[in-house]
């Protein structure tokens, strides 16, 4: 069994990305890492090839800064990576998502428990998507809690933006993957790098939705979706992470919006019922 990890990445020094922890944190149990590097503003390419490791190999790639349809730019990205793997499976780390090292033999063993089994087409994570500081995550329907981050390399699969995967069937039909739970958490740290890299980070991508940058002030948000972090963060970031204390707090004068007011009607139903009730992009079948 083997395993080619991929992602996708431009400009990751100036919008702060913690990329090379990424990359480092899956290196020990894939057989090759594909990165796809976009011509960047910055020393990104240079860092990732100081990392010196003959598992990664480097592709060099232009954005086409015409397409500006619903993310598909980042879908196109991402499947130049993952058309260039090699292995059985096909894992697909973003920039700022990171793996703990205490998670790589869980999925090392989902994979290799699967990898035979036709009806499993891909595996998820739990998501901890960490906002403001490192002790301080969302929890809400509005942040998917489970993703499907690693598919096999023979199912024909495409992405429509850089978040998901659909499976074509009759060359036509695109369907969510059928997964299994690897047990393991994805820690989800784009929220967490300062305002100021957040910001131009807006102001660089949001054309390739047909959008216009508007000003984050990460305090412009519901706070009770902000809960406290008590678990331990994977060592590879650690040093990266703002040396913050305390939950993070939202602006308590906040004026919800017409989402967020339905995201709490959906979090009482989850709560009363047993529910979960987030966007989700596999169909769990084991």
């Avoid at 906002?131 to 992405?159: C, F, H, M, Q, T």
């Avoid at 299994?180 to 910001?199: D, I, K, L, P």
Wanted: proline content about 3%; glycine content about 6%.
């Amino acid at each position: 069994m083997t395993i080619s990890a991929f992602t996708f990445i431009k400009n990751g020094e100036i919008l702060g990305y913690p990329f090379l922890q990424s990359i480092k944190s899956i290196l020990s149990i894939v057989d090759e890492f594909v990165v796809n590097v976009g011509d960047s503003e910055d020393d990104t390419l240079q860092l990732i090839q100081s990392l010196n490791d003959p598992k990664i190999r480097i592709i060099q790639s232009k954005w086409n800064d015409k397409m500006k349809d619903r993310g598909y730019v980042y879908g196109q990205q991402k499947m130049i990576a993952q058309f260039n793997c090699t292995s059985d499976w096909a894992f697909y780390l973003e920039g700022d998502e990171i793996i703990h090292e205490n998670d790589l033999q869980k999925i090392k063993d989902t994979c290799e428990q699967y990898v035979d089994d036709d009806d499993v087409e891909a595996v998820t994570f739990d998501y901890f998507h960490f906002y403001g500081n490192a002790n301080s995550y969302l929890d809400s329907p509005a942040w998917y809690r489970r993703e499907a981050r690693i598919i096999k390399n023979s199912v024909r699969s495409y992405a429509p933006d850089g978040l998901f995967w659909l499976v074509l069937e009759k060359n036509k039909i695109g369907r969510y993957p059928n997964a299994v739970h690897s047990g393991a958490n994805m820690y989800h740290y784009g929220w967490v790098r300062s305002e100021e890299q957040m910001n131009l980070k807006s102001q660089k991508v949001q054309k390739y939705w047909n959008k216009k940058h508007k000003a984050i002030d990460y305090k412009e948000i519901d706070g009770q979706i902000i809960k406290e972090f008590k678990g331990s963060h994977p060592t590879i970031v650690k040093d990266w992470l703002p040396k913050v204390e305390g939950l993070f707090k939202a602006n308590p004068d906040y004026k919800l919006t017409r989402k967020e007011k339905k995201h709490r009607i959906m979090i009482k139903l989850e709560n009363w019922f047993g529910l979960e009730l987030s966007k989700k992009h596999y169909k769990l079948i084991k």
